[in-house]
């Protein structure tokens, strides 16, 4: 079945520096492309999505950008905040059994320390 | 304002004991979709609901069934909880089924068997 990777799956990072996390996705049909920050004991909340018609979006610190050749897509973290830190996943939809549904990645946990 | 909404957020049950969970949305969305998500992994999508038309994933065991009564509510009923069926249980909707549609979840209930 279609699939979706996700790297890495801990990421330490300084309070300001950058984060980057990265996914893959085996569905070339697949046209969009949520990130969800779900912190402990919390529910996934979406944060920035991309459409297949676009290469990048930017929201203040957060940015996800996306190529669809290479069938990658990564969101970036910029002036990290201890308040960034949380599980995120990624996810692509995929036309599966019928219907649209999206595949999820494991998931990275982010901590940043002060 | 609560939009995806989800009762009780703790439930405790006994092995074997039948056991429901219930997701209100105020969104008047179509689809509402219920995933099973355990502990520092990705969320695992059960099954969902297209208006009445229900969509089972294949790897669903028979022990779960879902109900929608309404276009505002659906229930995730557990027939016979085993200690594997322990984890956190997410309600999720989405304005329709298309493939750019944003899934909004709800806080989630943390199921425990005991």
Known sequence: ?114 | DAMVIQNPRYQVTQFGKPVTLSCSQTLNHNVMYWYQQKSSQAPKLLFHYYDKDFNNEADTPDNFQSRRPNTSFCFLDIRSPGLGDAAMYLCATSGQQGAGETQYFGPGTRLLVL
């Open chain 1, 1 to 114: 079945g279609e699939n979706v990777e996700q790297h890495p799956s801990t990421l330490s990072v300084q309070e300001g520096d950058s984060a980057v996390i990265k996914c893959t996705y085996s569905d070339s049909a697949s046209n969009y492309f949520p990130w969800y920050k779900q912190e402990l004991g919390k529910r996934p909340q979406l944060i920035i999505d991309i459409r297949s018609n676009v290469g990048e979006k930017k929201d203040q610190r957060i940015a996800v950008t996306l190529n669809k050749t290479a069938k990658h897509f990564s969101l970036h973290i910029t002036e990290t905040q201890p308040e960034d830190s949380a599980v995120y996943f990624c996810a692509a939809s995929s036309f599966s059994g019928g219907y649209n549904k999206l595949i999820f990645g494991a998931g990275t946990r982010l901590a940043v320390h002060p």
